[in-house]
């Protein structure tokens, strides 16, 4: 059996792609055999896995729905599936949520964003408390500006929730979106090491997260 990470926040446009993406290709680089389902019905994920290189052994990309992402993740053979969640707080997200082993949340530093996600944050809490504590989550900070109110401020709003933060995030940069619009990581592009670094911190953070390394 896969284990099982989703990405998810029904806030749109709050970085799930990208970091589905990113780290996806970080854990294959960390030796992991990796999968994608995409669960978003924009299909980012899928284009652009549409749009990788011919040559290249990128994480393979399916689109699953809320009737069968169960099915998807039981088929899987890949060592980690990585779940794309949807902008909505719908069927497949909560399903993705109860099958996975560590959702992570992605937020921009901004509290309104979080305000939108109230639904996601309860749902995960309920079933923590139901099954003793799966699944793991954290949340993960997005598209920071460093150096703004802001970016420290939503540490302060972060705490008042039960989930953990990571101290890995993304900055915002240019490289995050070229990647992601060309079939690509940061990890793969000359040029982006401060990305790159970010990826892989949490990356490195989040598969401590993980059930077989607790
Ligand atoms: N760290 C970052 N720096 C700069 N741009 C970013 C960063 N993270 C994401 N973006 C850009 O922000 C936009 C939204 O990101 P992304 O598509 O990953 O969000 P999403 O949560 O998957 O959105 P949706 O809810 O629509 O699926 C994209 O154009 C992406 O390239
Ligand atoms: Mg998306």
Redesign the pocket.
């Given at each position: 059996m896969s284990t099982v990470v989703s990405v998810l926040?029904q806030?749109?446009?709050?970085?799930?792609?990208?970091?589905v993406t990113n780290l996806a290709r970080a854990y294959q680089l960390e030796g992991h055999s990796v999968e994608i389902l995409d669960g978003?019905s924009?299909r980012?994920a899928t284009e652009w896995a549409k749009l990788q290189p011919a040559d290249t052994n990128m994480p393979t990309v399916t689109s699953t729905t809320a009737s069968n992402i169960e099915e998807h993740i039981e088929a899987a053979s890949g060592s980690v599936v990585l779940v794309?969640g949807?902008?909505a707080h719908d069927t497949l997200n909560v399903r993705a949520m109860k099958l996975s082993d560590l959702v992570l949340v992605?937020v921009r530093a901004s509290g309104p964003d979080l305000w939108s996600s109230e639904d996601l944050l309860d749902s995960i809490q309920t079933r923590r408390e139901k099954t003793g504590g799966q699944p793991q989550a954290a949340f993960v900070v997005?598209?920071q500006v460093a150096r703004t109110n802001l970016a420290s401020e939503i540490g302060d709003v972060l705490a008042s929730y039960p989930l953990p933060v990571l101290d890995g995030r993304?900055?915002?940069?240019?490289a995050?979106?070229e990647a992601?619009?060309s079939g690509t990581t940061v990890l793969d592009m000359p040029g982006a090491k401060k990305?790159e670094a970010e990826i892989r911190r949490i990356t490195e953070q989040s598969l401590e997260m993980l059930p077989s390394n607790q």
């Open positions: 926040n806030k749109g446009g709050s970085g799930k792609s990208t970091l978003d924009q980012t794309d949807a902008p992605p997005c598209q993304t900055n915002h940069r240019v995050y979106a992601l619009s990305a």
